[in-house]
């Protein structure tokens, strides 16, 4: 795969089945297919992308809108396609919609213990800006709280 045939759109109701198998592979807490379709049926709050090759769903990632600020709530990229720029290639598409609606500041939580998404939030100009200790219900794990702002 070359991350050129990568591309990147909008979640729809249709992407759901993937982004839950994805989702399990992922995440020890993962995200029920109702609160997907809550999310991406909530346009007005939500920004919803996925990562495609061939019409094959390998990556999603979402963003709340609050006020001017995006709030992240999940990335993620299926286990056989690591490494290869996805991820990078969803967190550009995140900035570039915030851009374009004005949402001057980014943030999002992390596990403390989670390096590669730390590093990769890092490379687009995310920084480290707090803690919200035991923030993760099933390990008690903290959250490192991220942002990016306007620059
Ligand atoms: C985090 C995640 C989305 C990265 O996706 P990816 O497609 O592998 O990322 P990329 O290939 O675009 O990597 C971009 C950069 O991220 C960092 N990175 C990605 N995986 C890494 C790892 N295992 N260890 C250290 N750094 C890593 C590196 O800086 C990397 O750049 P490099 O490859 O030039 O070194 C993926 O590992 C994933 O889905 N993890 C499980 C879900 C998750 O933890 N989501 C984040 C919740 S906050």
């Known amino acids: 795969m070359n991350i050129d045939q ?4 909008y979640m729809d109701l249709e ?6 198998i994805i989702e399990n592979l ?4 993962p ?3 109702e609160s997907f379709i809550q999310e991406i049926s909530n346009s007005q709050l ?6 495609k090759v061939n019409d094959k769903m390998i990556g999603y990632a979402g963003m709340w809108k609050i006020c001017d ?5 999940n990335i993620a990229v299926h286990p056989e396609y690591r490494r290869k720029g996805i991820g ?3 967190v550009k598409g995140l900035i570039s919609i915030a851009q374009k609606e004005n949402l001057y500041k980014i ?6 213990s989670n390096n590669a998404a730390q590093d990769l939030y890092a490379r687009h100009g995310f920084r480290v800006e707090g803690l919200r200790k035991k923030y993760y219900s099933d390990n008690g794990e903290d959250a490192i709280i991220m942002w990016k702002k306007n620059d």
């Open 88 to 90: 990078n290639k969803l």
């Open 26 to 29: 992922c995440f020890t807490i």
């Open 46 to 51: 939500t920004r919803y992308i996925c990562a």
């Open 107 to 112: 943030t999002l939580e992390v596990r403390k």
């Open 69 to 73: 600020e995006g709030h992240i709530t």
């Open 6 to 9: 990568v591309n990147i759109c």
């Open 15 to 20: 992407d759901i089945d993937d982004v839950i």
């Open 31 to 33: 995200w029920s297919r």
